[in-house]
């Protein structure tokens, strides 16, 4: 074969208290696109930021068309040829589209930034990707889809080796992503070197050569993607053998809705986010909003916690209008809710495992109403008992515990509360294994024998497939398609993303 | 029509805009209350009165595009009011030499300030504020008193009046000008000006982009310094004194300036010309103060405060029309994509 | 050796130690520092009596900018409230030479206070309903403020001959103390029960670590804002008073000058993070004690208090520094690079 295009060999890297990254090779060709799979802590985004030298690297060799490199900055690694699309798009939103894509780098005309030479510049250059907007304005005029576009532009434009795509789907529609994976083709053809990052199996499966998996800063290897079982592939991401795999597949029974209805959504929508979802949401009853990113799942949450405004349509709670205008408004409903972004959103960082479990009851309460230390102490610990959570003790600051055990401690917030509706946004991201089939198994059973209303959101597939009793489908923010029993699967799930039309 | 109206509100130039038709309002205004208004020496007199915070303004105008800030800017004009006062009266060196070096330290002084912000990451204002009530301390400890600059060629530099048709402007009037004029084109035209509006975008999508956001964040607070100082030259020509009260409250007037012009409080949005704008509504209030007579002085501040206020307002109302506009856009976006498909 | 390091590290630390650092510092080169006497009539008598007496209204308005620091925002209008509020309770009992009020004191010392309060929610209203940065918001106030108290003082300094004014600042006949150290202590009592009582000191802790968890979790952010920056404003109100009773009169110009500083810097002091977060009341009142204590003493070694703010200036950097993470990592990492070159030599050393 012929030299490859980029050698990563031996590839260390530590940080405080964790080996993030221990011998790890990665090799890429010219005119390949190769996929970087592993669960979330893997080492992907590490082993990626070495390369574009966001982190110093502790050991190891790079060599770039055989040649050693040894980038410190994003700009260094933009000089010998990497570029770097990531999955928030990084780019200026005040700036314009022209100069999104050549600051840095402006042409210059009598010592000045030519501006003319610019806008003509990237004009050509979108309509190669076949975008053809006013560049002048600034990116905040255009949808997400179109920003990733113009990131790569820059990415392209810069003379790039190799282009790194990370998680570059995610918000994107099935229209979009294939216009990107036609410019990522003409790409390849360039004899580019192409690294894809995404946790859309499909699309590692359709457009990928081959996939190296990475699993807790190791390699488990090398693959072609011709010759790798999906399952095979799942089975060597998580590290467990094929059987346990289908072991998981096969979990406890779901639960049975009972009759009474706890809220019910009437064609509701929310100006610019929501356009129409309807739903009835039993208690007892696991229900799971599958969609992309960006599909509004996330949004029609938000809506039914008090988060975004209902605009139009009705949203009722056993029977009565809902009228939610602020989380205090849900909370007083009995409604608790998980946000997506737990560090964002979720846990309290500085505030102890005590305080971050206690706060929603105490905010319910009111900051009249203290709940006595004794008390406190009491519920956390029950908490940390029942959920399981590893702590040195309830003082712990939360911030200094792992993704898993701070996501239970923000369930164990909620279950304080008393909720009969819990939703639950992506509840099992980043965390690992073990903690993810717990969280499944618990709102599984929470519907089970307390009859609490459960949502589940989550971008895995298969995991809702496993745990919820009905799947709501969502697309451009509509609900597309209602699934129950038997059809939840899936296959189903996914040719109702795709659409009937297809 | 109403979209138009959306459209219009969520320009980056809106607030540019309303700032002078609320200055062209406000000088008609005067005309027609005060027949002294007409003469054209009050309007040169608006630069005149006001070339020390048109200086300071450009300066804190580069440090709030990148979401910054400095507070020190009217403490460093007093100083080097005072340091050049002192030298003046106590040495015999040359006026020029004498101005070089209040500007070095007026530099110096902006350079280890956005040294320490960005180096150890630390809140803006609160090392600013520091740096301010250091300068104030600095000033206060060279004399108590007002020293007044009796240096002739200093004294002539003051008096020189240069004649623009029938009225006159001063040499701190040119430097204003010529200030203003240099930062246009740095902001608009080099790629230093451009990586500020880019770090005042997104800090870390700038550093990604490989843009040396450590060394312009640096550059932005020097700029801030050198500003206050050529501004705290323009003031002693001006006041022809150096006294620790100089200045005092110009922090705010140059950020009232700047907002009132359109830049914005967070950073990325804003651009020159807005601010002198900004300065001439200020020297219009004064103006008016000034020829009604009987109101006090003190107005000056609760006026500019007040429409400090409204201004910030308006931008968080712009914000928010803008903010809508764009999901309504990719909504509308999102229906068309449907009914073509 | 665990005690010590458990006291290094524990948030008071900083400030004893400053504390402890100026007292030594006087009690070497002050005579008679530690000396309390008693009067005839009871009242107490001493420098260390006299620090505390000058710094109760720096504590006071320190208790305020703790809870506003902690919600990672920031007053710097308290100096010009502090001159408001002295110029209310002046004007409004009024300048009469027969020492006779125009108003009664107590409506006086309410609208004095009122006021502070109706100014902090101004700087609440723009800092939590218009979302405006906490520095700019109160920027406005803080140089708007003080014209606004010359308005009202008519550019004036307004004496107050009315006798019993005095004693918010001086002793009342039979008390041991000065009345503005009991009205002190009776704030700082009100703030540790009003902590230990309700639930305030979690949220306050809470919006400042993060807002957006806080409003998830359904506290209601806005509201905290506008009660951490409206007590502010009652502090400030207060000090007024006590400031203005000092000098029985209201100086529109120098009322709670660079009292904004020493407060920020009385909070860095005590332990509170300038990014807010974790707040520790207790470091704050020892912080307002330990600069009262820096600039009397400054004060004993001739410096003017125009001049004192370089000195604290200086403070208030070296504090942040301390404070930032940032430089924590940096100096580790040069002790580290230093302890590295350090083995080698040793070992070219050895080699040798």
Redesign the interface.
Known sequence: MAQALLEMRNIDKVFPGVKALSNVDFTLHAGEIHSLMGENGAGKSTLVKVLTGVYPRDGGTVRLNGEEINPRTPKEAQECGISTVYQEVNLCTNLTVAENIFIGREPKKYGLIDWKEINRRSKELLKKLSVDIDVTKSLDHYPVAIQQMVAIARAVDVDAKILILDEPTSSLDEGETARLFKIVRQLQQRGMGIIFISHFLEQIYEICDHITILRNGELVGAYEVAKLPRLELIAKMVGKDLNDVKDMDKMAEKSVPHEEVFIEADHVASFGQIADVALQLHRGEVMGFAGLLGSGRTETAEMMFGLKPVTGGSMKIKGKEAGLRHPMDAMKAKIAFCPEDRKLAGIIGDLTVRENIILALQALDGMFRHIPYDKQVELADKFIDRLKIKVSDREQLIKNLSGGNQQKVIIARWLAANPELLILDEPTRGIDVGTKTEIQKMAVELAKSQGMAVVFISSEMDEMVRTCSKLIVMRDRKKVAELTGNDISSEGVMRAIAGGDN | MNKNLANIIAS?YFSFFVTVILFVALYGIGIAMYNGFMKPQVFFNLFVDNAALLIVTVGITFCLLIGG?D?SVGAVLALVCMVLAWLLTNTGIPVFLAVLIVLIMGTVFGAVQGY?IT?????P???T??????C???T??IS?ETITITNPTFVALADTRIPVGSGFISVGVVIALLTILVAA?VL????FG??I??I???E?????????VFRTKVCVYTISGFCSSLGGIAYALMMLTGY?LHGL?M??DA?ASSVIGGTL?TG??GFIPGALFGVLIQGVILTFINFQGTL?A?????V???L??VF??MQ?FITEQ?S?L??????D??NS??SD? | MEKWKSFTSSSLFLPVVALAVLVIFNAIFVDGFFSIQITEDGRLFGRIIDILNRSSSLIILSLGMTLVIATSGIDISVGAVVAISAAVVCTLIGGRGDGVAETPMFLAILAAVGIGVLCGLWNGLLVAKFKIQAVVATLILMTAGRGIAQLMTEGQIITVYYKPFAYISGVIPGMPLPTNIFIALAMVLLVVIVMKKTSIGLFVQSVGINATAAKHVGINVTMVLFLVYAFSGFCAGVSGLIESSFIRAADANNAGLNMEMDAILAVALGGTLLSGGKFYLGGSVIGAITIQTLTTTMYAMGISADQLPVVKAIAVIIICLIQSNKARELFEKWKGNRNDSASVTTKVKAVE
Do not use: H
């Open positions: 980056k800030i507070l320490i180096k150890f990451d630390l809140q204002f609160i090392i504020l520091a740096g301010m009530f250091f104030r301390g600095l206060a400890v108590q084109i608009g035209f080099t790629k451009r990586t509006y880019a005042g975008g997104n870390s999508s700038a550093a990604l982009m490989g843009l040396p620790n409250g922090e705010m950020i409080l990325g949005v006090s003190w107005w000056t501040k609760i500019i405060g007040g400090l206020c910030i307002i968080a803008k809508k764009t999901a309504k856009s990719s909504m976006e999102a994509g449907k498909s």
